[in-house]
């Protein structure tokens, strides 16, 4: 079942592909990532997902903890948590592949009473074999790529079978307390929202506390334990990541891409990439250039 599922899901990525190596399917939610190279390592606030590696390998690192895996088992995010992933396994003749879906809290909500409680891993990240069920529903689905009446009919009601299986699986409990209401996954990803969409704007901690209903201490405590970082923190990485976008996707300046992101200094905003990317932003947009560069020939 793995094998077909792998079939059909390189079959729609090589046909649909954008340059940055995903190609979005017809499901909400649901994309397909093919790199053609084993890559550098990039840094990203992930929303809550599962990544179904089809092909080929990765190594994800968040705070002190690091895992890797390959074909045949997925990686579940639970939690808004920054992450530095690379490809380590990827070529032109065996291109990485992997099947992302973001998790849809409102069909989890709909299911917590469907889906018994159990007593399974808590962390915000863990790697499982996919099971036969999340596989089989994940095959099902991907048959209607091509087939947009037929999608049209049952694409919902198997994304939300997906979402019923990966509730079952080991995974279930964490996944869970992103659909519970008034829990305190629920109430930080409220705040969660607010940041990500408003990021490039001064925020400040007393509003987020107040959106996610808790007391600042109370807000400060929840948000590091779920995220792994503070609030502040958790800005300044989104401001990072879409400025490192915005040079090496669009080809913005340095200085006007971090004026776009909010920063008043460009001195700050060069020492503050350094330390995240490990390389200040002009020499990452050098060495990135020249990597395309030597790839297009």
């Not at 809550?48 to 968040?62: C, E, F, S, W």
């Not at 992450?83 to 973001?102: D, F, G």
């Not at 049209?152 to 307390?177: N, P, T």
Request: proline letters at 4%.
């Amino acid at each position: 079942m793995r094998d077909i599922l792998f079939e059909l899901c390189r079959r729609y990525a090589d046909a649909h592909v954008d340059r940055s190596g995903v190609a979005v399917t017809p499901v909400p939610g649901l994309t397909i990532i093919r790199a053609l190279h084993h890559g550098e390592l990039q840094a990203a606030i992930n929303r809550p997902l599962i990544a179904m590696l089809l092909q080929g390998r990765k190594r994800v690192t968040t705070g002190s903890e690091s895992f890797e895996y390959g074909p045949g088992e997925a990686m579940v995010i639970a939690a808004d948590v920054p992450t530095i992933s690379q490809i380590t396994q990827a070529s032109l003749r065996h291109p990485y592949y992997s099947l992302v879906l973001e998790l849809d809290t409102a069909i989890l909500r709909e299911l917590q009473d469907v889906v018994p409680a159990d007593q399974g891993k808590t962390s915000s990240i863990s790697i499982e074999p996919m099971s036969v069920e999340v596989t089989d529903a994940a095959y099902r689905l991907a048959r209607l790529f091509e087939q947009p009446e037929a999608m049209a009919i049952l694409g919902d009601g198997l994304r939300r079978e997906l979402h019923y299986w990966l509730l079952c699986s080991v995974h279930g409990r964490a996944i869970r307390a992103l659909g519970a209401m008034d829990s305190h996954s629920e109430r930080i990803s409220r705040a969660v929202a607010i940041l990500r969409k408003d990021f490039m704007h001064p925020i400040s901690v007393e509003a987020l506390a107040g959106v996610a209903g808790m007391s600042v201490s109370v807000f400060h405590q929840h948000f590091r334990a779920i995220t792994t970082i503070s609030p502040l923190q958790f800005q300044k990485q989104l401001r990072l990541i879409h400025a490192r976008r915005l040079m090496l996707a669009d080809g913005t300046g340095i200085s006007q891409a971090a004026y776009t992101v909010g920063y008043a200094s460009v001195s700050q905003f060069t020492r503050e990439y350094a330390r995240m990317f490990g390389t200040p932003p002009g020499r990452d947009k050098r060495m990135t250039t020249r990597t395309q560069y030597s790839e297009s020939e």
